[in-house]
């Protein structure tokens, strides 16, 4: 829904005019767009990022796509249904989840990334901890970095971002994914996340990448209990006040079954609920599996603030 800032005329996919600015008040976000190389997204609209994992074990499509050629398939079927971004992984982060070495990460990642940037118009993310991967997938043509880890895993990796003008992600996570569980202790859940993405800001200015270019994500279910994730979605606007695009991922995740009793695969009605709330609540990056059933649930959440943009 993002998509490239428009010269002229409506934003595409929405019909809204083009208003000079963020849906957010200009004291928390400095502004709409979000850059990553010659890319910009509009965050003035929600930005839909689709999923594409390359790992044999992910929580919910693990293995789904096990070569680049059905990987390749899957994302065309995203960006058709209107996906402003692919995020691409090789390693789970799942709780409890291995780390994977840097050769086989880069393994999984680098044909699909090379394939996709001469194949699609969106901008490709690489979702990855290490500056040897983003290094790769950046020289191979993709356009940003989704670091879950907020800058805390590899020092590196902010420079890296720094000198291709890559976009950067910053989620808050604690630990690794093998050990985050343990660390899902707050007195106050959103002060805490929130002080503790301020910190990876900082860093990644530090390496000198530009603020235009960060967007944020409070890693929901990365060392929170399901009762501190939906807390998270309840308190965004306090994570909205740093000044950066909000991201959140709560696509098909445990909080989710947590409420609805329900397995990965059934939770697509979850998802769309806790992306419109999120929405209302500041989030203006939408990173998720099911990319046509988020779309419409956010158009229609977009529509309802901006009646005008409606025929």
Known sequence: MGGSPPESGSIPGTGTPPAGGSLLEPARQAGPLW????????????????????????????GAWPTVAAALHAAERMVRDGADILDVGGESTRPGA??????????????????????????????????????????????????????RHDGRLARVVAQTGAGLTLMHMRGEPGTMARFARYRNVVEEVRSELAESVDRALAGGVERDRIVVDPGIGFAK???????????????ADLGFPLMVGPSRKSFLGAVLGLPPGERVEGTLAACV????????VFRVHDVQAVIRALRVAHAIRHPEGVA
Not at 277 to 284: D, E, K, L, Q, T
């Open 35 to 62: 850059r990553l190389r010659d890319r910009a997204l509009d965050t003035s609209v929600p930005v839909v990022m689709g999923i594409v994992n390359l790992t044999p074990d992910s929580f919910s499509d693990g």
């Open 225 to 239: 209990t399901p009762a501190q994730s939906l807390e998270l979605l309840a308190g965004l606007e306090r994570l």
């Open 98 to 151: 291995d780390a994977v070495p840097a050769p086989e990460e880069l393994r999984r990642v680098l044909p699909f990334v090379t394939a996709a940037v001469e194949h699609f118009d969106v901008p490709i993310s690489v979702d990855t901890r290490k500056a040897a991967v983003a290094e790769a997938a950046l020289e191979a043509g993709a356009h940003g970095v989704n670091d879950v880890s907020g800058l």
């Open 277 to 284: 709330a999120a929405y209302v609540s500041g989030a203006r």
